[in-house]
């Protein structure tokens, strides 16, 4: 199965509430192509602010007092997981986590 076919098939069940309304109003403006759904909904649900703000807790973490290197990069990752691919290099993710 192709991945574009995987992700049609699997993109629905991964909504809830007001994502979920969204897409059924939109799934047929689309015209089967992924890549504009997905743009669509980027900017629904990801506005250029929550990017940013995104983009500085991740260029800008520090890991806090007393906080276990494990919670750490849970938040980290919590942070890179949280939004829309943000095109950083898996090298610089590591190196904004390591930074002193």
Known sequence: MADETLRWKLFPFSLMGR????????????QGDWDILQKEFCIKFYPVEKVAKLQFEIIGFKQLDKESLGKAWDRFDSFVNSGPNLALPEPMLLQYF???
Request: no cysteine; net charge positive.
């Open 98 to 100: 390591f930074r002193p």
């Open 19 to 30: 994502a979920k309304k969204w897409y059924n109003r939109h799934v047929g403006n689309s």
